[in-house]
């Protein structure tokens, strides 16, 4: 089996905010597997590049490639995907290269990544997610966004109540949910929290740091409340739902599709929702989350329209958000 491994810059439209940091385009990789004739391809986002948190391992398009290419002779030979997870650690580099593996397979057997996995894919409906800026920039966002029925608003502990009901103000008619990306303490969340609730507010993502959100557990918030950052893998997950109502999916964390499957079906058994989510990326990097927005009640795969030019046979993202099934010719 050949392997190709890409470092990619697919550069923004407009510059995007979240807490503590502004993004100009979205620093990847991409893994493509080639083996007689047919080939397989995967994408990564490398968050690391603008230091967005320890969290994240600091990962670079460098040190992603770097990662691959130390068991290079061992990924090219005869490496499946449940050997992977033991080969490279969770990340954007085993994301990569683990949606490579289920792609090239889907093309060796002849069989979508929807007959493979035995499920019935439907179209999902993605959020637009609204960066944070002046509460008038975040209102007029809102607007700009009327074509979505689900919105998503980053918020920070900056008067971040003041933005939300701009954003509501705006779109009345919306469903929204807010990420704070560990942006607030747990006595800002209770702060926060009634007039969240006032401005019906569907979900909190990921209000607490990492690490610091043991108050959770016996706290009974009025709006559900999410993991990100803090469920990094299925190895994680038992924790976190002592502490969350969603689990938030992100290929990029766990490390690809094969992870995500797990903890799809740990959440399950417990009645957990779902959500997946997105680090960023062109649609290589939205199609194998697609598969886990089959079984989510939230759905965050908007990335490749913040770029100013998405891959060829990319989503299609239609009125109210929905987005079709992928082609087979961009992935599975």
């Known amino acids: 089996m050949k392997i190709n491994i890409e470092k990619i810059n697919l550069p923004y439209k407009t510059p995007f905010s979240i807490t ?59 490496v499946t995907n449940d050997s992977l997870q033991s080969l490279l650690p969770r990340g954007g580099a085993r994301n990569a290269f683990d949606c490579a593996l289920w792609d090239l397979k889907a093309k060796c057997s002849g069989r979508s990544i929807w007959e493979l996995l035995n499920l019935k894919p439907k ?46 103000a705006a779109r009345p008619d919306a469903n929204i949910i807010v990420d704070i990306n560990q942006g607030w303490s747990f006595s800002e969340l209770k702060e926060y929290l009634p007039a969240a609730e006032k401005l019906n507010i569907a979900m909190i993502e990921q209000p607490l740091p990492r690490g610091a959100d043991e108050e959770l557990e016996d706290f009974k918030s ?18 976190a739902k002592n502490r969350y109502d969603v689990i938030n ?12 499957l797990k903890i799809v079906e740990l959440a399950k058994r417990d009645g957990k929702g779902l959500m997946v989510g997105n680090m960023g990326g062109s649609s290589l990097s939205m199609a194998p989350s697609f598969v886990i927005g089959q079984f989510c009640e939230y759905v965050d795969i908007d990335g ?24 087979s010719s961009l992935w599975g």
Do not use: W
């Open 249 to 260: 999916v992100k290929l990029e964390k766990c490390g690809g599709l094969t992870d995500a």
């Open 123 to 168: 179209p999902l409906k993605t959020v637009s997610t609204i960066g944070i800026d002046t509460p008038g920039k975040m209102g007029a966002a809102a607007l700009l966004a009327a074509q979505f029925t689900n919105l998503k608003v980053k918020l920070s502990n900056d008067d971040p109540i003041a933005r939300l009901e701009a954003v509501r």
């Open 20 to 78: 503590g940091y502004t993004f100009n385009g979205a620093n990847t990789i991409r893994v493509t597997l080639v083996d007689n004739c047919l080939s397989g391809a995967g994408e990564a986002y490398a968050m690391g590049e603008t230091a967005l948190g320890i969290f994240y391992e600091g990962e670079t398009m460098d040190s992603m490639a770097l990662q691959l290419e130390s068991v290079l002779e061992q990924l090219g030979s005869g």
């Open 222 to 239: 009025p709006i559900p409340l999410g993991a990100d950052e803090s469920c990094l893998d299925s190895k994680e997950y038992e924790v």
């Open 304 to 327: 490749p329209l913040l770029l100013v030019e998405d891959v060829a046979h990319g989503l299609h993202y239609g009125e109210g958000g929905v987005v079709d099934i992928p082609s």
